[in-house]
């Protein structure tokens, strides 16, 4: 896909419904991390980054938006709406986009392990490997940032809890659960260039300790964490990575070339 149909249909996302926008793309940069620890090709990478930043287009064709999620699950045929999203984005991807890989990462992305989810109750390894890695980058970002499960999770220790001990061998493949907790342990956070990032892409870099370089660490309402500057001990490290709530993001202007995805 070239760069100016994927800007449109960036724009579109964005336009609807700025969370599911956000949301895509922070779940397209750790789908792409994920799939880099399991040292898979550079041109799976790239698919299954596409296929992350596209994964719930499906519901632009929907009447529901995805921010509304929260206060409709009472309303008649609301599972059944939610659940056709990524059948739907699949056949809206299929106008333009011909690679199956990408189409299948999209339908499938709700599959579960255990094969009790949608919408063609896929289960183990019949899943593909990319719809199983987006399903785990999926969740993880869907429960920090609160949406859909209540503010309690955004709670980042939470989180970890139900991955390891509720999602893992049942909705998420064991091996991608464990896989993706080992990346956790490197503290990530996302980083939003503003040089070259015209589609407003996040890349991922991973904090350590010393002095906080490129900008302030927010998180997704832009609160702010950590100052720039500030020194980053052990202590600080470990309450990023288990208590402060929501995604961390370091918003920064400076472009680090090594860094480029795209």
Known sequence: MNNGLLKILLLAQHKADPKLALHCKRVACYALELAKVLDESPEFNKKIFLSGLLHDIGFLNLDI???EIPINKSHPGYNETIQSHSAVGEALIAKVITDPDVLSTIRHHHEKYNGEGY???LSGEDIPLAARIMAVADLYDTLLVGEMFGEHRRIPKMV??????????????????????????????LYLPSKDNELGLYQMTYLHVGALTFGDLVNQDDHVLVRQGIELDQKMLDNIRFEYPGQKILRDSTLIEDDLML
Request: hydrophobic content about 40%.
């Open 119 to 121: 919408p063609d109750q």
């Open 65 to 67: 938006t995805f921010s």
């Open 160 to 189: 970890l809890q139900h991955l390891e001990h509720d999602a893992r061998g049942s909705y998420l493949d064991p091996n991608l659960v464990d896989a993706f907790l080992n990346l956790l342990d490197k503290v990530p956070v």
